[in-house]
């Protein structure tokens, strides 16, 4: 059995309003931000993200908007 995004996003949509209605509004981003930054962390790890690429988007993306 595979997890598709739509599941995925759904449970984590879920998990989010969860952590928002049991702590607060600021600890559920704190919780987001963590999850994010582990993510990140972990497709570092195994070579999916590039972070040379990703500071050459921002860098772009920056540019763009001047």
């Known amino acids: 059995m595979t997890i598709t ?4 996003s759904g449970l ?3 998990l989010f309003v969860a ?3 049991g702590f607060n509004f600021g600890d ?17 790890l195994e070579g999916a993200v590039d972070l040379g690429e ?13």
């Open 5 to 8: 995004i739509k599941q995925l």
């Open 12 to 14: 984590l949509g879920f």
């Open 19 to 21: 952590a928002w209605i």
């Open 28 to 44: 559920a981003i704190l919780c987001l931000v963590g999850a994010v930054v582990f993510y990140l962390i972990g497709g570092v």
């Open 54 to 66: 990703l500071q050459a988007r921002l860098q772009r993306s920056q540019a763009a908007r001047r």
